[in-house]
């Protein structure tokens, strides 16, 4: 059974950082495209970060780029989001997702974690 668990949200300061992980059970994640997204209440949920399969290479949303960083542990079969500077609109349910295609929008995704909350406040 395929599945992908995400891990690693909390609450967290302004400033601050987080480690995300999502690990994946069934299928080998370095053959997927692996994608972060984001949902805040009352607002549509939006990509974070792709990194293409193979640790290929990766994207950004503007809002985050230069303060998270994707990668992957292909050893270990999960891939991690590393939150540096974490601002209060970064708040949200994160979620990773595979894609059997490539990077893009959210109905490119085949599988999807639960989400792990962060919450940036102080």
């Known amino acids: 059974q395929l599945q992908l668990v995400e891990s690693g949200g909390g609450l967290v300061q302004p400033g601050g950082s987080l480690r995300l992980s999502c690990a994946a059970s069934g299928f080998a994640l370095e053959y997927y495209a692996i994608g972060w997204f984001r949902q805040a209440p009352g607002k549509e949920r939006e990509g974070v970060s792709c990194?293409?399969?193979?640790?290929?290479?990766?994207n950004y949303a503007h809002s985050v780029k230069g303060r998270f960083t994707i990668s992957r542990d292909n050893a270990k079969n999960t891939v991690s989001l590393q939150m540096n500077s974490l601002k209060p609109e970064d708040t949200g349910v994160y979620y990773c997702?595979?894609?059997?295609?490539?990077?893009?929008?959210?109905?490119?995704?085949?599988?999807w974690g639960q989400g792990t909350q962060v919450t940036v406040s102080s």
């Open positions: 997702a595979a894609s059997t295609t490539l990077c893009g929008g959210a109905s490119l995704y085949d599988y």
């Open positions: 990194m293409k399969m193979s640790n290929g290479r990766t």
